[in-house]
DNA sequence: GGGCGACATGAACGATCGTTCCTCGGTGCT
DNA sequence: AGCACCGAGGAACGATCGTTCATGTCGCCC
């Protein structure tokens, strides 16, 4: 038990073994990246056959989509339900936004590793609709960062790079997080509040 | 031309055609990724056989080594010429540093995007010395932010996170920079340099 | 009870992979 | 003149790849 992961990314999907499939899928693609991971391997951590993986999906692109996919699509709602649950000020929903995004990066490590770095693989509307679905993601916080530049809360020119600065920054703990780290979860989580509130020059009512 | 790099990033080393092989290697990794790309698409590219390209790095994976060896030399030579040709103070310091840094993924956007994306595929040796030289170029930030710290002109708790933060953003601008963008290279590398300092909280002089 | 769709498997196909082997022209040194 | 060596290329090796095929077993519905 050395995963990056202590809750698998799909639950139960209603159709045989495929959440097991999609699992093993991400855990093969991220231990090997998406060239270096074969189906033979996807299907020896998925405990079932080679050509049993061409029953649920009809090429390992798709099934490369399909996990993607399902990670976005619950990053996103974290991080809608985190803002529609916060104030109406824009600096409490960029900090519970930020707060929800970070969480999501430590919950699902390998999954948004594997976002990052094998979307390139994808081809055609598969790709069209990842980038769409990771678009829409991101412009929650462009429109956090825009509603607080035109209220006076926040003074970044800018507001879609000032958002996208603050992506790339909570993007990147999956590539340096650890469990065992100096930071718990939570405080890692309000330390990147920080910062983006800082980046947004916001005024600093801390210490 | 479709390049992502008008400048090829070795130049001659003075033994055949090392170095068109080299820059070959970064352009096919860069295009298909490490395992997507074939050393037979590599000697294509550097216009020379499969075979030869044994007489000069003994496999795949020290050819990546070597490629990487080069980009972060290069990357950390420009970013210390640019510290130490900077001020005595920790604002300008970071200031120029982050400014040297931008540009370099600006001009070996490819370079910086192999870099980050295929270390994972380097093992034993090769990986750590790789590690070691990228950690040796972020302390060169983390020490700027200790150093203003310490003299009062940050107020950012956790030096090496904030530099590891700061790291993050603009390593990303690699993975979305287009030079036909809206930004000019030097208003990219002022406006990460200012995100940077924001969020180091400095004293904000700007606007 | 007969057929049909969903799920499962082992074997096989053709293609491509990293690497090695063998050969050979050229260059410089003794 | 002879020889060692470096750079270069064609052919081949064994392994592995994604995908397909043929076959089989269930449970479910008319």
Redesign the pocket.
């Known amino acids: 038990m050395n995963d990056r992961s202590s809750v698998l990314l799909v639950a139960d999907t209603g ?4 959440a097991a499939i999609l699992n093993a899928a991400l855990a093969a693609f991220g231990a090997q990246g998406f ?1 270096g ?5 996807v299907a020896k951590r998925a405990g ?9 999906f ?4 798709h099934l490369l989509a399909e996990v993607l996919r399902h990670a976005n699509a619950e990053l996103e709602a974290r991080v809608r339900r985190a803002v529609a649950d916060a104030g109406d000020d824009a600096t409490s929903r960029m900090r519970e936004a930020v707060r929800a995004y970070v969480g999501f990066v430590v919950d699902q490590q390998l999954a948004m590793l594997v976002s990052t770095a094998e979307v390139r693989y994808l081809q055609g509307e598969d790709r069209a609709r990842l980038v769409a679905d990771r678009d829409r993601t991101q412009a929650i916080f462009g429109d956090i960062v825009e509603q607080g530049v035109a209220g006076g809360e926040f003074r970044t020119p800018h507001a879609a790079d000032a958002a996208r600065a603050i992506l790339s920054m909570v993007n990147a703990v999956a590539t340096w997080y650890r469990p065992e780290g100096r930071l718990s979860r939570g405080q890692l989580a309000e330390q990147h509040a920080r910062y983006a509130l800082a980046l947004l020059e916001a005024p600093l009512p801390h210490v």
């Open positions: 159709r045989g073994n495929e060239n991971a074969s189906m033979r391997d079932t056959s080679l050509s049993n993986l061409y029953n649920y009809p090429s390992k692109s």
